[in-house]
């Protein structure tokens, strides 16, 4: 379970990298891009649990890329009424 965390918060590492790319691009696509993904994620682990056997591996890389779209759009650099 704490490596489950751990994973879960490690894309809050990648944010100033993911910030910098976000703030050159409108906000709408990365958003949208990383509800889909994470929609498509969450999917896919279900029904991977549901054919039987799920490996604690998948959990963890789920745990992990589901967390990227929203640490990448989730903090600018740059507010909105600067632009």
Same mark, same amino acid.
């Given at each position: 379970?704490?490596?489950?965390? /751990?994973?879960?918060? &490690?894309?809050? =590492? +990648? !944010?100033?990298?993911? #910030?910098? @790319?976000?703030? %050159?691009?409108? *906000?709408?696509?990365?958003?949208? /891009?990383?509800?889909? &993904?994470?929609? =498509? +994620? !969450?999917?896919?682990? #279900?029904? @991977?649990?549901? %054919?039987?056997? *799920?490996?604690?591996?998948?959990?963890?890389?789920?745990?992990?890329?589901?967390?990227?779209?929203?640490?990448? #759009?989730?903090?600018?650099?740059?507010?909105?009424?600067?632009?």
């Amino acid at each position: 379970m704490g490596l489950n965390l /751990a994973l879960a918060m &490690l894309p809050a =590492l +990648l !944010q100033p990298f993911l #910030g910098a @790319w976000v703030d %050159r691009i409108p *906000l709408k696509i990365p958003l949208v /891009a990383g509800n889909v &993904l994470r929609v =498509l +994620l !969450q999917l896919g682990v #279900g029904f @991977w649990a549901l %054919r039987g056997h *799920l490996p604690t591996e998948i959990i963890y890389a789920a745990s992990f890329l589901i967390r990227i779209p929203i640490e990448s #759009g989730r903090f600018r650099f740059i507010p909105s009424g600067c632009e």
